[in-house]
C-alpha cells in the first residue's frame, strides 16, 4: 500500500527509540495502511473530530490524532472550524476531505 505522506514523524530532538518507532511503523507497511484508513474514516464521516472519527472507524484515537496532521501535509484532508467534540466535550477542530 502506497504511503500518502512521507513526512517525518520523529522530530530530530525526539530520542532514538522514537526515530525507530516511526522508522519500524513506516518500513512495516503499517503507517500507510493507517493512513488509508483513516482517510477512508473521513471521506466516510466528513465534519468530525479525530476522537469521533477515531470512535466511527473502530480505531484507537491517537491512530486518527497522528495521521491526520500526515493527510493534511499530503492535501488529502483540511482542519474546518472547531466545535465541541461529541466524545471529549471539548473544543476540536473538525475534518474534512480536501
Not at 471521506?43 to 466511527?56: D, F, K, N
Amino acid at each position: 500500500m502506497e504511503l500518502l505522506s512521507s513526512m517525518p514523524i520523529a522530530r530530530e530532538t525526539d530520542p532514538e527509540t522514537s526515530h525507530l518507532a516511526a522508522e519500524e511503523v513506516t518500513t512495516s507497511g503499517r503507517r500507510a495502511v493507517q493512513q488509508h484508513a483513516v482517510l477512508a474514516a473521513v471521506m466516510a464521516h466528513p465534519g468530525l473530530t479525530s476522537r469521533e472519527l477515531a470512535q466511527a472507524a473502530g480505531m484507537d484515537r491517537y491512530v486518527a490524532g497522528r495521521r491526520l496532521p500526515e493527510l493534511e501535509a499530503a492535501k488529502r484532508v483540511r482542519k474546518g472550524e472547531a466545535r465541541e467534540c461529541r466524545v471529549s466535550k471539548r473544543l476540536a477542530v473538525t475534518w474534512w476531505p480536501a
